[in-house]
């Protein structure tokens, strides 16, 4: 079964670091681009960033430029997420997605970020 | 940015009937291949989303005939022919013509 696990979420100060996984099986992961989307608690959904097949190239939402960085493991079949300089409004739900053709076609479970001293 | 508008944000159904989301951009995402840069998902209560209609009009794998996607540009429509219990949810439509790749706001769906 095609299948995306998130880990890495938990509890960080303000302005702490976190480093947010995705664990990819049962698909060939160097035909995908892959990319994270949140949610903040009771709210909609807020694409983060993408990165294509090889990881030549990264896209990043405007607010998290500078602070985040997405790469990814093809040997490991793994994408990664390092959150720096966090901030309360980057709490939520961080989803690791399977993306194809202008759509994310495989979802994770999400794992939870909660920014709060 | 692209910005994407749904309406309406709420909607009641009753089982059996049709239902019928609209959504907009704020600009054409109309591909020089002829296909719609436009997809929809349902966010099941306590789920992750789910792909159901990609490139406007395509039905993902699994989905069931009652869902439909239309519209080309800039106005696009998800419809459900029937609705069923399973399908209550927050549904959204997202644009990925260009970066950031931006959501509408979502539509709750629930049973009357």
């Known amino acids: 079964e095609v299948q995306l696990v998130e880990s890495g979420g938990g509890l960080v100060q303000p302005g702490g670091s976190l480093r947010l996984s995705c664990a990819a099986s049962?698909?060939?992961?160097?035909?995908?681009?892959m990319g994270w989307v949140r949610q903040a608690p009771g709210k909609g959904l807020e694409w983060v960033a993408n990165?294509?097949?090889?990881?030549?190239?990264?896209f990043y939402l405007d607010s998290v430029k500078g602070r985040f960085t997405i790469s990814r493991d093809n040997g490991k079949n793994s994408v990664d997420l390092q959150m720096n300089s966090l901030r309360p409004e980057d709490s939520g739900l961080y989803y690791c997605?399977?993306?194809?053709?202008?759509?994310?076609?495989?979802w994770g479970q999400g794992t939870l970020v909660t920014v709060s001293s | 940015d692209i910005v994407m508008t749904q309406s309406p944000l709420s909607l009641p159904v009753t089982p059996g009937e049709p239902a019928s989301i609209s959504c907009r951009s704020s600009?054409?995402?109309?591909?020089?291949?002829?296909?719609?840069?436009l997809s929809w998902y349902l966010q099941k209560p306590g789920h992750s989303p789910q792909l159901l209609i990609y490139?406007?009009?395509n039905r993902a794998s699994g989905v069931p005939d009652r869902f439909s996607g239309s519209g080309s540009g800039t106005d696009f429509t998800l419809k459900i022919s029937r609705v069923e219990a399973e399908d209550v949810g927050v549904y959204y439509c997202?644009?990925?013509?260009?970066?950031?790749?931006?959501f509408g706001p979502g539509t709750k769906v629930d049973i009357k």
């Open positions: 997605a399977r993306a194809t053709d202008a759509r994310y076609d495989v």
């Open positions: 049962e698909f060939t992961f160097t035909n995908y681009w």
């Open positions: 997202m644009q990925a013509l260009q970066s950031p790749i931006t």
């Open positions: 990165v294509v097949e090889d990881g030549s190239r990264k």
């Open positions: 490139l406007g009009s």
């Open positions: 600009q054409s995402l109309l591909r020089s291949d002829g296909y719609n840069s």
